[in-house]
């Protein structure tokens, strides 16, 4: 009995230093009248991927953005083109001109399709609706869980709903244009433990997804039947969702916030993290709207000492001169770029004395797209 007392203390030490794994409940799921706060970081370095299993910790504290990005969930009722979607409970713009529709249950969240711009972006506002509805989230959700998924898309639309000029390069002239879109996806919660980002530290489950999405456009003439024009698509009117693709990422879920802690990207052979969206803890005034990233240039981290990324977003096809002025106006360095788009940049800043600057974004009629200050630091 004198043993007792010491082997109740050894045994209440041991279990104390044992953090147990989370559940995800409904509890945490997002809900209309929430506001989501995120971060990208397109360029994400020293991000390892573990090997399954249990009580590891994760450190995400290098991963930085030029702005925190902000979606805002409303009412279905308050969405463009809800009267498609009846049953939605929320709607979330996530691009320019496109919204998503979701229906919160008891046990998941799904997408049940979008509204806006067509899904390879060929400049058609349709309905797209998915058979069965999209996965988005589950409940609830513990370390060893397995889900198989799978949902179908099927949207046809007249060619004369196209934009002038789209299909100018096809050797056909179809009267109706049909995407399909097959996704299949696998998900596993093969590890738990903490997760840390800048500004916080979680308990977190790691959640594998594997996803193959297969796109395929086909047209028809007439009376006669559908034809499937994707390979012909692909190198005429250059559309990069054609084909078939797979991507895996990995979910950190914690039941303290509605979105999740962080999402890597895999790169398509799976040797590195490509992105990475973490959730924006430290909110400053550099904040957008999902639907409202204006074309310009962001430097960050800002103030730099070795190195800055420089982030493009939003910018028309064309050739563009980033530059860094001193406070004189004098350019200290240049560099030209052709940009589709969005484009991040590494740029080694190590030759600059410490000081304030400015970065420069011309376009190639020599207009000047955006300036914004950047302050140099020496340790």
């Keep these: 009995m004198k043993h007792f007392l010491p082997l109740v203390a050894l045994f ?20 209309a009248g929430d506001t989501l706060f995120t971060a990208v970081d397109n360029l994400p370095s ?30 279905a009722t308050q969405g463009p083109g809800s009267s498609a979607f009846p049953t939605a409970t929320f709607v979330a713009a996530i691009d320019d001109n496109l919204s998503a529709y979701y229906r919160r249950g008891s046990s998941k969240i799904e997408v049940q399709g ?18 069965p509805p999209a996965l988005s989230q589950r409940a609830p959700l513990s370390y060893g869980d397995i889900n198989e998924s799978e949902t179908n898309m099927v949207l ?8 002038a000029g789209v299909l100018d390069n ?32 979680y308990d977190v489950l790691r959640e594998k997804r594997v996803e193959v999405r297969d796109t395929r456009l086909d047209a028809r003439i007439g009376f006669l039947p559908w034809q ?42 799976e040797t590195a993290v490509s992105r990475a969206t973490y959730k924006a803890n430290n909110i400053t005034t550099n904040v957008q709207n999902t639907d409202a990233l204006k074309p310009g240039v962001y430097a960050y981290p800002n103030p730099a000492i070795v190195s800055v990324r420089f982030e493009f977003t939003n910018l028309p096809a064309g050739k563009y001169k980033l530059k860094i002025l001193n406070i004189l106006g004098m350019e200290t360095w240049s560099r030209p770029y052709y940009i589709n788009g969005n484009l991040i940049e590494k740029v080694d800043i190590s030759s600059l004395r410490k000081g304030t600057y400015l970065y420069s974004l011309v376009d190639d009629h020599g207009k000047t797209v955006t300036t914004r200050r950047l302050v140099v630091i020496r340790p």
Excluded: C, H
């Design 12 to 31: 209440l030490f041991i279990v104390a230093g044992v953090k147990a794994q989370v559940t995800i409940t409904n509890e945490s799921f997002p809900t």
């Design 46 to 75: 020293g991000i390892s991927i573990t090997p399954p299993g249990g009580q590891q910790s994760w450190n995400f504290t290098t991963l930085q953005s030029p702005f925190t990005r902000r979606t805002v969930l409303k009412p």
């Design 114 to 131: 979008l509204f806006g711009i067509d899904p390879l972006g060929l400049g058609v506002e349709v309905v797209s609706r998915f058979s």
């Design 156 to 163: 046809a639309f007249s060619a004369d709903a196209l934009p």
């Design 170 to 201: 096809l050797p056909i002239t179809p009267d109706s244009l049909r995407i399909r879109i097959n996704v299949q996806r696998s998900d596993e919660v093969d590890a738990w433990g903490t997760a840390t980002i800048p500004g916080g530290i």
């Design 228 to 269: 499937d024009i994707t390979d012909i698509a692909i190198q005429m009117l250059n559309v990069p969702e054609l084909g078939s693709v797979a991507e895996t990422s990995y979910y950190f879920w914690s039941p303290e916030a509605a979105e999740p802690i962080t999402v890597l990207t895999m790169n398509q052979d």
